[in-house]
């Protein structure tokens, strides 16, 4: 007889600073056909999600940028995250936090770039650079269209 184990452990820790909202992961594990959410890698990383830019009536400032980070901090704590639309600078963050574990990041912004104008239905990279600390870096890219 075949046993199906469902083994599920979420916790969600809500930390709200500034316009930053933390998430720390959890692992769901479900032993039969169905898929598997693992966070576990060996280096640390980051994964961007759900990148949006809007130009105007989001209910947020214009022009902000909304997103997902998903940092994998196995072997040492985020220490800052850098973001830039198109090669441009827009967004750095430090953290003091020591966690070694993954974690997402709900992260809101406006951008307040003089040099760069956003266009609707206009394609834009999106890069962020996370740096740990022990000096390591690790660098994640998504595309967005301006809406």
Not at 6 to 19: E, N, Q
Not at 58 to 68: D, E, I, R, V, W
Not at 81 to 105: C, E, K, Q, R
């Amino acid at each position: 007889m075949r046993r199906r184990v469902l083994y599920a452990s979420i916790v969600v820790i809500v930390v709200l600073t500034g316009s930053f909202l933390v998430i720390e992961s959890g692992i769901l594990n479900m032993a039969s056909s169905s898929p598997t959410i693992s966070t576990a890698t060996t280096q640390d990383s980051i994964k961007l999600g759900d990148v949006t830019l809007c130009t105007s009536d989001c209910g947020y400032p214009a022009t902000y940028m909304s997103l997902t980070i998903f940092v994998n901090a196995t072997s040492a704590p985020l220490r800052v995250l850098n973001g830039s639309i198109d090669g441009f600078p827009v967004t750095s963050h430090i953290y003091t936090n020591n966690w070694t574990y993954p974690f997402a990041i709900q992260y809101k912004t406006t951008i307040s770039n003089e040099t760069m104008t956003f266009t609707k239905g206009t394609e834009y990279d999106v890069t962020f650079v996370a740096t740990f600390a022990d000096q390591r870096k690790a660098t994640a890219s998504a595309t967005a269209i301006a809406s």
